[in-house]
């Protein structure tokens, strides 16, 4: 067990934010730098401007700050994680609606949705136990 703010958090669930943390800093971040050449490299039609991809991407890391708040004191941060569930059920069901209606410009954006799914099932474990207490 270990707390930031006085209130005893399981250290699976800290490690758990954490990995969230980064998993959303470092693909915000490799996308705001290599965005344009990893859609070109997986043939995507890139988007008239760069800034397109960027903002995105900007927003994803900026998500992945928001957890490292969560990471470090997950019981004062629950209005996070009740973002984030709303995030993460936004891109893995969005994507889940382009691959059935057979939109989804590329299969590449499917294992990012299956990792949302796990990562939002997580946040809606903690939130649970969170209303326990």
């Given at each position: ?20 943390a980064?998993?959303d ?78 939109q ?30």
């Amino acid at each position: 067990m270990s707390t930031i703010v006085g209130r005893p958090v399981s250290s699976g669930w800290r490690n758990f934010f954490l990995v969230a943390a980064l998993y959303d800093l470092i693909l915000g971040a490799v996308f705001v730098v290599a965005g344009e050449p990893i859609l070109t490299a997986i043939g995507m039609t890139l988007p008239p401007h760069i800034a397109y991809i960027q903002l995105a991407a900007v927003f994803i890391f900026v998500q992945g700050l928001s957890y490292w708040f969560v990471y470090r004191d997950p019981f004062a941060n629950l209005g996070i994680v009740r973002v984030g569930v709303a995030y993460k059920a936004a891109y893995s069901g969005l994507a889940l609606y382009y691959l059935v209606i057979g939109q989804l410009p590329s299969v590449f954006f499917l294992p990012w949705a299956v990792v949302d799914l796990f990562f939002l099932i997580g946040f809606v474990m903690f939130l649970q136990l969170a209303a326990r207490r």
